[in-house]
């Protein structure tokens, strides 16, 4: 999956799921609330983070729906966009935007801005501030998602996850078919 359909992807519509939209077994896949890096990294050699985009931007950059979650106080001008792809042996397993209000980038919390291709729940994960609002399965663009509001030290960071079709999420196919209804870009 191109870095353009993955940005597109990125910001489509999400919507949510609830317990009996889908099998069990997905569903224990969209809320787990231990870290995704660490349970797609069990069923692959290497877990690598690419970069689709990442840096300051303004509220303008956020979708509606980011916006009404992230958006909590009035001197949130910009906010840190992090756009990644989790690649497991060379194959895009999972899509994740990170949204963070600059005002949550104070203090211990600024290092968000310099994971690198370090992954974001190694970091997250071993913070005793972590704790969550809320964990919201979806279907975002046709794939299977989710998102969560989480804060550290009380700040608030919202990340959205997508799982891309080659993830262990999804049953094996048939040569050639897709699990979704996701459709290619035009250039």
């Not at 889908?22 to 983070?49: F, G």
């Not at 906010?79 to 211990?108: C, H, K, M, N, Y």
Request: net charge negative; with cysteine.
């Amino acid at each position: 999956m191109h870095d353009v359909s993955v940005q597109r992807l990125l910001t489509h519509q999400f919507s949510a799921l609830n317990e009996a939209e889908c099998a069990p077994d997905i569903y224990s896949w969209l809320v787990d609330e231990t870290s995704m890096t660490a349970r797609l990294a069990a069923y692959c050699q290497k877990l690598e983070v690419s970069i689709v985009k990442e840096g300051f931007f303004s509220e303008h950059a956020l979708t509606t729906e980011e916006h009404g979650l992230v958006v909590g106080h009035a001197e949130d001008a910009r906010f840190w966009l992090r756009e990644v792809q989790l690649v497991a042996d060379g194959e895009p397993w999972l899509a994740g935007r990170t949204v963070i209000p600059e005002s949550s980038l104070q203090g211990p919390e600024a290092s968000l801005m310099a994971l690198g291709t370090r992954p974001l729940g190694h970091y997250l994960f071993q913070s005793s501030s972590l704790c969550r609002d809320f964990l919201t399965p979806g279907i975002m663009g046709g794939l299977w998602a989710r998102r969560s509001l989480l804060r550290l030290a009380g700040k608030p960071l919202l990340l959205t996850e997508i799982f891309l079709p080659a993830s262990p999420l999804y049953p094996p196919l048939a040569k050639g078919s897709l699990p979704c209804t996701l459709q290619p870009l035009q250039k």
